[in-house]
């Protein structure tokens, strides 16, 4: 019964979370311009074309009503169809999810192994010179904006040394309907820039976490229990240390994680990279309403789903949660 509130409970977050990024994103979308001016040739059009125009795509309508019509149409499973590309805005979405996914993917992966592992080296290491290195060097990291990061890794990685290609996505290979660049070895020399303009503050953000917590566990009775019962430092740090841990990083790798796929606006645009944030920006650009929301709804799902996997993982790690359960 505990279980079965604790789920409803998290069900019922997750749908007015839902309701609320709906409204706030309909009525944001919704103030700003007219679409019908990206639509119709403006040069061209006569009055009449922009009213039937107008009231060809429901814009005539008041707020309140167009918003039920929305929601009418999400009941259905539909967004509407974009007014610039003339697809199911949904399905525009879905095409472009495959080139977020590998990114952030990848990303997020190279952040958690290595944000990990210099945590917990530097952790262990309290006050030594690697241990100073790792706290300058993550915080510089953290300090940058991602916009100038990506810039310098152009110049640098594309443009002085010619390594890797400084935009686009490359050759891709079809699996299971989608376009996947990791496949193919031109495809992964234009996953190795963005992916680390991505991956680099997310090193440091883990690492500071990790760091954080190895030295507060090495302080603890327990470890020094280990260390006299003469367990090697080795033994001590992968069996007791990092699981101890795992906790914060397992939270901060699911939310990093959500925000990659849903926010890696600044890195998808400077690399020109075809993924749901530049579909995002450009589709705010045109006015492209449909697109907008499709894309909204999307993010709002991703991270209802990744806190959700996020609290099973917890019950996972650490025998507590699974008792109060």
Same mark, same amino acid.
């Given at each position: ?90 399905? !525009? =979405? *879905?095409?472009? $999810?495959?080139?977020? @996914?590998?990114?952030? %993917?990848?990303?997020?992966?190279? #952040?958690? &192994? ?76 234009? !996953? =190795? *820039?963005?992916? $680390?303009?991505?991956? @680099?503050?997310?090193? %440091?953000?883990?690492?500071?976490? #990790?760091? &954080? ?77 449909? =697109? ?34």
């Amino acid at each position: 019964m505990a279980l079965f509130k604790v789920i409803s409970g998290r069900l019922y977050q997750a749908f007015l979370l839902l309701v609320v990024m709906s409204l706030i994103g309909f009525v944001g979308i919704h103030s700003v311009g007219n679409p019908v001016y990206n639509i119709v040739n403006i040069e061209t059009a006569t009055p009449d074309d922009i009213r039937r125009a107008t009231e060809l795509l429901g814009l005539d309508q008041p707020l309140w009503r167009q918003y039920l019509v929305f929601v009418q149409n999400l009941a259905t499973g539909s967004f509407g169809t974009s007014y610039i590309y003339h697809l199911p805005a949904f399905e !525009l =979405v *879905l095409s472009k $999810l495959s080139a977020t @996914i590998e990114l952030a %993917a990848f990303a997020i992966l190279i #952040a958690a &192994a290595a944000g990990t592992g210099l945590g917990l080296l530097a952790g262990t290491r309290p006050g030594t010179l690697v241990d100073r290195m790792v706290v300058i060097v993550t915080v510089y990291a953290l300090s940058v904006p991602s916009f100038w990061l990506s810039m310098m890794l152009v110049l640098f990685g594309a443009v002085m040394t010619g390594w890797f290609p400084s935009g686009g996505r490359g050759s891709t290979v079809d699996l299971f309907g989608w376009e996947w660049s990791f496949l193919t070895a031109d495809g992964l020399k234009h !996953l =190795v *820039l963005p992916v $680390l303009a991505l991956a @680099i503050p997310n090193i %440091a953000l883990i690492a500071r976490l #990790a760091r &954080a917590g190895t030295v507060e566990v090495q302080r603890a009775d327990f470890v020094r229990f280990c260390l006299a019962k003469g367990l090697s430092d080795r033994h001590i740090l992968f069996r007791h240390t990092l699981p101890n841990i795992s906790l914060p990083i397992v939270t901060i790798v699911g939310l990093q994680f959500g925000g990659m796929l849903a926010f890696a606006v600044v890195v998808e645009s400077i690399f020109a990279w075809p993924g749901v944030g530049k579909l995002l920006i450009d589709s705010i650009q045109l006015l492209d309403r449909p =697109v907008v929301m499709a894309t909204l709804t999307f993010v709002a799902i991703t991270f209802v789903a990744l806190n959700a996997i996020v609290d099973l993982l917890y019950a996972v790690l650490d025998p507590r949660v699974r008792i109060s359960a």
